[in-house]
């Protein structure tokens, strides 16, 4: 069987799979990993998947070869579809499902990349990795680089990013840097320095990222039996909702899916460059300058990926809107109240998201609906404690106890 290539996503033009690449040479746009799809049998594929547990690796045989060596793996992948019964009531929806992608390792989708992404970087056999990041990928990547024992450094906007994030990526021991600007300067910073210094980039710029992340739509197919009509999904730099959009095109091409879902992606009001561009009709997005939301993991003005973006939500059939902080508030105390699903605010900007698209009429009731929830509650314990009810205080008595119970 030939091997998989890269191919830019604008000029089509063709590298092998082990240069070294995160743009088109010719026109700067963004690279994919092409499989060749039309070389393998979808009957011989499904008895292998159906053989393995469910998770990133399942679906090797549709993910980079690593030359028969074992991935770098944390056991990723195999997150819950949740069935929002509670949820699905209030809203009037039949099947309404949450992909709970912050049940992975480090508490979020991005592991679904970053095993990849190491075993890559392992395979390179390059001395030091590096990303930008709003939390999630930094706290992610310092994980897998430590269990391949790379040298890892992230660079983190300066005092915008969540407790727990910050937390994961000094654990597991990675040389952090506090830049001064937010999520896009310091992917500029990344990407203008990481030749010169020989680091190997893991933002989602890099095309063996997206191909762990695309393994999230092969399991929602086989864990509903079949695609979903419609996938709502945060957007911050736009490498998501572009992977689920090439793992259930893959699918579908390959027989083991009978359609795509329309995509729907959903961005916070304060930064949403993307929403921007579908409101008006563009085709390209104008950044903006000084992003602002809450949901600190999407508070990206520039997407890198913004053209995949594009192309994914377009390609299916969907849609790209906003979501207000207050929205994205009251949706994540919903879900935590009455689904027990605690996810930080980025993560329920989905749910917001799908309330909108429900009252615009652009989703039906009866249709299959996946939301995804990309990240845990536990990372962002400030902002859960700022929007909750505080405890009360009271002395250690019933009386003291039964006065403060009326009410
Ligand atoms: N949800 C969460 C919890 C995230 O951490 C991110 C991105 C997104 C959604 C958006 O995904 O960028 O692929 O469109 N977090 C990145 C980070 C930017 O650095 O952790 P996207």
Redesign the pocket.
Known sequence: MSSSILRCIKCHREFPENEILYACPSCSNLLEVVLPISELDSDELRESFDSRPLGVWRYKELLPNFKGKSPVSLDEGGTPLHRCVNLGKELGLKNLYIKFD?MNPTG???DRGMTVGITKARDLKVKAVV??????????LAAYAGIAGIRCIVM?PSGKIALG?LSQAMMHGATVFEVQGN?DDALRLVMSSSKELGLYVL??VNPFRPEG?KTAAYEIVDQLGEAPDSLV???????????YWKGFSEFKELGLAKKIPRIY?IQAEGAAPVAEAFRKGADRIKPVEKPETI?T??R?GN?A?WLK?INAIRGSGGDCITVSDAEIISSQKRLAKIEGLF??P??A?SFAGLIKLIGKGDIDKDEKIVC?A??HGL?DPDNAIKVSDKPVKIEASIKSLRANLRG
Do not use: D, L, M, Y
């Open positions: 912050g979020s989708f991005k990303c930008a990041s709003t939390g999630n990928t930094s706290a992610s983190i994030k999520f933002n989602s992340q999904i945060p957007v911050g730099n736009g490498g998501n909702n572009a992977a992606g949901a993991a999407i990206i997407p990926n973006t996810v930080e980025a993560a900007a995804v990309t990240g990372k």
